[in-house]
């Protein structure tokens, strides 16, 4: 693994830059086109970034936390250890949502997702939505501030906030969740197969316009969004095997 073919790309952060340097000291690197391992030097939001850009390529992704939290990163204490730590390092397959949205003029988008994709009111008053699973009428009319359709890995981000569930990874489920939810009011939300599709139908979106957002991405004036899981664009992750992502995303779960 001594000669595993790695690219950096670091964020802009003193941290990261200072990092980069480090490791231009004891690693030697190759162009992106010919990486095996890209090291992304950053945060949570950076890595986002990174992981949107190699979706669906081969090559494996190894974070390293020059950050705050670092969810989906690793720590390194010594630049030093690079190598080791990525020979020692778990691969956990991740696939990002696919959001295709009908805006009010008719104009038609598409984007990927990789934690969630949300429907959000753009004024004071409440969004009413349809959502529909699969073709089949769950919800006549969601009156809230919006809905969460949301990755294992984006489970524990927005969507459990809104007081969704955490999802393992390779648990093959999808979240759904509303945003402060008025009527049904006891609804809380569905957990759905991986391979389900999710529509959700914007009811006087005229009076009552939304937003939609998938990651960083965000539009308005949207009347209709449809969410379903994308397999054809595989994210390889490289995790510490003490700490990796799905080790984080139960312990999530035993959290107070």
């Not at 941290?15 to 010919?34: F, I, N, P, Y």
């Not at 990002?96 to 009908?102: A, G, I, Q, S």
């Not at 391979?195 to 965000?218: G, L, Q, Y």
């Amino acid at each position: 693994m001594t000669e595993t073919r790695i690219h950096i790309i670091a964020d802009v952060t003193t941290k990261a830059k200072e990092m980069a340097r480090l490791l231009a000291q004891v690693v030697l690197t190759v162009e992106e086109a010919d990486a095996q391992v890209i090291v992304a030097l950053g945060g949570d939001g950076f890595m986002l970034k990174v992981l949107h850009r190699f979706m669906g390529h081969p090559v494996k992704i190894y974070g390293v936390n020059c950050g705050r939290v670092g969810f989906l990163m690793n720590t390194l204490h010594d630049a030093q250890d690079l190598l080791a730590s990525i020979h020692r390092a778990r691969q956990t397959i991740l696939y990002p949502l696919n959001c295709h949205v009908t805006l009010e003029n008719d104009e038609e988008m598409s984007w990927q997702a990789v934690n969630e994709v949300y429907l959000l009111r753009a004024t004071r008053q409440a969004a009413k939505i349809q959502i529909q699973v699969d073709e089949t009428v769950r919800i006549s009319e969601l009156v809230s501030d919006g809905v969460i359709v949301a990755t294992p890995a984006g489970s524990t981000a927005y969507n459990l906030s809104a007081h969704g569930p955490i999802v393992p990874v390779g648990a093959n489920l999808l979240a759904l969740t509303p945003i402060n939810p008025f009527r049904p009011r006891r609804w809380r939300g569905a957990l759905l197969p991986s391979n389900a599709t999710v529509k959700c139908i914007v009811h006087e979106f005229r009076k009552r316009p939304v937003t939609a957002v998938a990651d960083f991405r965000e539009v308005a004036h949207v009347v209709k969004m449809t969410v379903a899981e994308d397999r054809k664009l595989p994210i390889h992750l490289l995790f510490d095997p003490k700490h990796h992502l799905e080790e984080r995303i139960i312990n999530e779960q035993f959290i107070g």
